[in-house]
């Protein structure tokens, strides 16, 4: 399978803002997923990014760099219910998908 | 529109049984793929099935098996239970596009559990 990383875990405040990176392998790479997911619960879809550049939504945006095989996740302005596990997800040909591992975002007041 | 569900949401089972998981996804998606995750391992795709195809296989054991029938409801089977198949098992939905861009819903998943 392909390698996607993603930090394992973060803290950050409330009414901060967060960085959460995502490397994948280039090759054959067709998009990039990110997921939000709260303990026992079902991933929900985020966002997705095929072109180079920023896409916004609300309070979360994600970025993607198709040469460096690299995209980020930015939280704005951070809540508790924010507190969360964050999933990359790269698409590959032939509708291959591939998770990281995720990342457990801790919120504290 | 609905949304993913899945049946059923917890089973317990003994090693050695056998066990078979539904998935039925949101209409008009013809892709559905499997996926179990474990605090170790995170997600770990199993298979996608398209058009009653399976089109895309991970790295599992036989053991694992999957079908789609014509309305696009998929059933998940695991034989042979063993200790280490204790995990949550999750379908995702899609419409099922080549080439990227092919977003996964995902339902809200069947916790397994082998003692």
């Known amino acids: 399978g392909q390698n996607i990383d993603q930090p394992t875990e973060m803290t950050a405040t409330e009414g901060a803002i967060v960085q959460i990176n995502c490397t994948y392998q280039?090759?054959?790479?067709?998009?990039l997923f990110w997921y939000q997911q709260h303990a026992g619960e079902a991933p929900t879809f985020l966002s997705y990014?095929?072109?180079?550049g920023l896409e916004e939504k609300g309070r979360f945006s994600s970025f993607l760099s198709r040469s460096k095989g690299y995209s980020y996740l930015l939280l704005k302005e951070l809540q508790m219910k924010d507190s969360a596990s964050y999933l990359c997800?790269?698409?590959?040909?032939?509708?291959?998908?591939?998770f990281g591992s995720g990342t457990k975002l801790n919120v504290k007041p | 529109k609905a949304g993913v569900t899945q049946t059923p949401r917890y089973l317990i089972k003994t090693r050695g049984q056998q066990v078979t998981l539904s998935c039925s996804p949101i209409?008009?998606?013809?892709?559905v793929s499997w996926y179990q995750q474990t605090p170790g391992q995170g997600l770990q795709f199993l298979f996608e099935?398209?058009?009653?195809?399976?089109?895309n296989k991970g790295n599992f054991p036989g053991r694992f098996s999957g079908r789609q029938f014509s309305n696009s409801r998929s059933e998940m089977n695991v034989s042979t239970l063993e200790l280490g198949d204790s995990a949550l098992y999750l379908c995702?939905?899609?419409?099922?596009?080549?080439?990227?861009?092919?977003?996964?819903?995902f339902g809200p998943g069947t916790r397994l559990t082998v003692l």
């Open positions: 995702a939905s899609s419409a099922g596009l080549a080439g990227g861009g092919d977003t996964q819903y």
């Open positions: 280039t090759s054959g790479f067709n998009g």
């Open positions: 990014n095929v072109l180079d």
């Open positions: 997800a790269a698409a590959y040909n032939f509708n291959k998908f591939y």
């Open positions: 209409s008009g998606h013809r892709s």
């Open positions: 099935y398209f058009s009653e195809t399976q089109r």
